[in-house]
């Protein structure tokens, strides 16, 4: 069965950084583009970043482009997410989720996300 | 500015029918998808490009989507299914994803 374990969250200062990881297990990871997904404490969902299955093709949203850095190691079977400047507002438990659709590099052909992690919680604080 | 907008809460008794509305602006055409987060949980997706069905999902889930707005339709609501439900859509357009802001469905 598929699996996603995250790990890496805690707490740090603002400014800091941190990197998340996500261990997939239970599918063939190198085929399927992978999401980063965060949720503040009592807020809704918001999407963070995908990178394709090749690790070629990446898209960030606006408020994390130029801080974050989402990337992969297929031969590891794990998706990372480097964190850099962080901000209080970047407090979240932030999800990896696994795309539904194979062989996908671009927005056209993304579908849902049909696996998720139980999340990692990172608090930004001083 | 992009966004999908839904309704914050709902309401609606067990055996009636929830219908959960999601409008587009300035976003591409991409399909919509559905998710249920229960407290404490990770999202489920429910519906995906814009009426299909995941299996294990009950047929009382489904989807439309006419252009500017796309709904998911509850039957038969159970008590179960008190929820917060979020739309979802890959943006073409913009090069995001993009999340609504919710919905929190209560069931009387």
């Known amino acids: 069965q598929v699996q996603l374990v995250e790990s890496g969250g805690g707490v740090v200062q603002p400014g800091k950084s941190l990197r998340l990881s996500c261990a997939a297990s239970?599918?063939?990871?190198?085929?399927?583009?992978m999401h980063w997904v965060r949720q503040a404490p009592g807020k809704g969902l918001e999407w963070v970043a995908v990178i394709s299955y090749d690790g070629n093709n990446k898209y960030y949203a606006d408020s994390v482009k130029g801080r974050f850095i989402i990337s992969r190691d297929n031969s590891k079977n794990t998706l990372y997410l480097q964190m850099n400047s962080l901000r209080t507002k970047d407090t979240a438990v932030y999800y990896c989720a696994k795309d539904r659709t194979a062989y996908c590099s671009n927005m056209r052909c993304y579908g849902p996300n049909d696996y998720w992690g139980q999340g990692t919680l990172v608090t930004v604080s001083s | 500015s992009y966004e999908l907008t839904q309704p914050p809460s709902m309401s609606v008794a067990p055996g009636e029918t929830a219908r959960i509305t999601c409008g587009r602006s300035n976003i591409g055409t991409n399909s919509m998808h559905w998710y249920q987060q229960k407290p404490g949980q990770a999202p489920v997706v429910v519906v995906f490009d814009g009426s299909d069905r995941p299996s294990g999902i009950p047929e009382r889930f489904s989807g439309s989507d006419s252009g500017d707005t796309a709904t998911l339709i509850i039957s038969r609501v159970e008590v179960g299914d008190e929820a917060d439900y979020y739309c979802q859509i890959c943006d073409s357009r913009n090069d995001h994803g993009v999340f609504g802001g919710g919905t929190k469905l209560t069931v009387l």
């Open positions: 239970g599918f063939i990871f190198e085929t399927y583009g």
